[in-house]
């Protein structure tokens, strides 16, 4: 029986190794952290690799039919690129990593604004585009990248000092650190965290609207999280700060990388507030106007495309963001009840305040 039961361990633990040698995420995983870490094996993997290209931070795509997509250029065609305009191949070292494929061919972006644009243009055949458009036209994956690599070119082009002796930095191959030559500090990329709260007072759902926001749209509150907060305080504090509601309980939801206006970690929640103290006090330096909408009318709202005229959306008042943003799928839980509201006594308990 033990000898048999040894057998079994044994089995399950050989089935388990097998699965993690073979998995293809961690393989995955494993060669990027490889890649981030040793520059000469980075160097090598420019060999196999697929490029994105930006100019000044904007990514370079194409149409094809009613499908807009990231091209991944080679680098065999990326060398020919370069020579034509007469730039050195060095310039590949200037690449990010920002991914890999299944089949773990790594993928880089290089942004080539120091080259004559319509140049450029016409000889990929296709455009550069500012990354608030192409983010909307792209599919999932080609968007996820396009945005991390935008982010990373944007980071490294705004931390090119030390901040301790004000010397040039030095970036890995990878992009995934700079360092300072002179102190040896160590500078990561970073990105703020956002919480977007969708509050409800069980019935109704509150959206607000910024001065910026387009003319119509309406969102979810959000807010930048201080230094020291926890996320259930950077909750509570935002809605108090925003609309003047007092937050009793509310769950997390999913998370989103958001590029615009910067790089930000967007963490989504839902919150409840008491019906009886529902009355909203909007904080006009933060916010130009926040209403309570039925179930009904976000529902209406979600099945309109962004931007439609007062004709084509009838009795409708408001727009909400598409579906590529987390606001959207906040609302769409909502509406559709898809989401559990942690009661306020399984909650961390709130500071005082």
Wanted: charged share 25%.
């Amino acid at each position: 029986m033990l000898i048999a039961s040894l057998c079994r361990m044994g089995s399950r633990r050989s089935s388990y190794l097998y699965y993690r040698l073979n998995s293809t995420y961690i393989r995955r995983m494993r060669y990027l952290f490889e890649l981030k870490e040793d520059d000469d094996i980075c160097k090598q993997a420019y060999n196999s690799g697929s490029f994105f290209l930006f100019y000044k931070l904007s990514p370079f795509v194409q149409q094809e039919g009613e499908m807009w997509l990231a091209p991944r250029i080679n680098v065999s065609d990326l060398k020919r690129l370069l020579k034509k305009f007469k730039e050195s191949e060095e310039r590949i070292e200037e690449s990010m990593l920002v991914g890999c494929s299944e089949v773990c061919t790594p993928y880089f972006a290089l942004d080539l604004g120091s080259l004559e644009k319509s140049a450029l243009e016409s000889e990929l055949n296709g455009s550069f585009r500012e990354l608030r458009k192409a983010f909307f036209l792209l599919e999932e994956e080609d968007r996820s990248l396009i945005s991390k690599a935008q982010a990373l070119l944007r980071w490294h082009d705004n931390n090119r000092y030390c901040s301790k002796t004000g010397q040039p930095t030095v970036k890995n191959l990878a992009g995934s650190k700079r360092v300072c030559p002179s102190s040896g500090a160590i500078y990561y990329p970073q990105m703020a965290p956002v919480v977007i709260i969708l509050v409800t007072d069980g019935s109704r759902c509150l959206l607000v609207r910024q001065a910026s926001f387009p003319k119509g749209m309406y969102s979810a509150l959000s807010g930048f999280c201080d230094v020291g907060e926890t996320l259930e305080e950077t909750v509570r504090r935002e809605v108090a700060e925003e609309v003047g509601l007092e937050v009793d309980s509310l769950c997390y939801s999913s998370s989103q990388h958001w590029p615009f206006p910067n790089s930000s970690l967007m963490i989504a929640c839902h919150a409840v507030v008491d019906p009886q103290r529902s009355m909203i006090n909007v904080n006009k330096q933060e916010l130009e106007t926040a209403q309570w909408f039925s179930n009904e009318e976000v529902e209406e709202a979600l099945r309109m495309e962004p931007k439609l005229s007062k004709e084509q959306t009838g009795s409708l008042s408001f727009w909400v963001p598409p579906k590529q943003a987390i606001a959207h799928q906040l609302m769409q839980e909502w509406v559709k009840n898809t989401f559990h509201i942690v009661q306020k006594s399984s909650c961390q308990s709130w500071p005082q305040i």
